[in-house]
């Protein structure tokens, strides 16, 4: 039987423990403490279930490293849940966010220079980087309106049509530019949310994040029409598909 990863939980503790932490400084609401919690425990379920059926036998400081910033978006989670209906500190805000976006730049290094780069790995990846997007993309609709949020939501719409359309499903090739416009999303709504931008600038910022990602899901999905008769198209959702994560 596979090896029991106490990852998962480990991260689980490690949240409560942030989270408390977080409320000491700036009171969270009743709703962004279940975000939080629901977060960190749908998260964490998804990925002990990932550990399980993938069989791997040791973590690895790669996966660690996202698994923390998996835990910083967990916080951050909570702090926009409850900034809709009450003030929160932006200083801790920025900083959980500045953090998480810094720590995407370490994760692939270490797995790679640890020799343990894996598909889960990337999908992990993926994943948190997606939800830091619709989480961002959220407070800062608050802002600017809610056009913003299909910057968080493209991605899912992304799963949502592979689910309708297999051939959507298919792998795609390895794409660095991905991580770039991640990147410069998460940068650009960090920007945004701390209120410093004048309007037309931040408006700016925000459009051109969205430009980004519309040309970078749309070059993906030219590229899966090309191919949406081959034969060879698989049955699962593409672990490569780094951008929200990247």
Known sequence: ??????????????????????????????AGWAAGVLYLVVSN?????????????????GNAAT??????????TALVTTSLSALVSMPLLIALTTIALALDAVDGWLARRTDSVSALGARFDMEVDAFLLLVLSAYVATMLGW??????????????????????????????WRKVVTAVAGASLTLVATGL??????????VLALALLLESFGRDVIWLIGRRGDLTVRARTDPERTEVTS
Request: charged share 10%; aromatic share 10%.
């Open 1 to 30: 039987m596979p090896k029991v990863h106490l990852a998962p939980l480990s991260s689980i503790a490690a949240g409560l423990c942030g989270l408390f932490a977080v409320d000491r400084v700036s009171p969270l609401s009743a």
């Open 67 to 76: 698994a923390a910033r998996s835990t910083l978006v967990g916080l951050v």
């Open 147 to 176: 056009w913003v949020l299909t910057i968080g939501a493209l991605r899912y719409v992304f799963v949502i049509a592979g689910w309708a359309m297999p051939w959507m499903r298919r792998t795609l090739p390895p794409r660095y």
């Open 45 to 61: 379920g998804l990925l002990a279930r990932g550990l399980r059926r993938s069989g791997m036998e040791n973590f690895g400081w």
């Open 197 to 206: 931008p004048p309007m037309w600038a931040s408006t700016c910022l925000t």
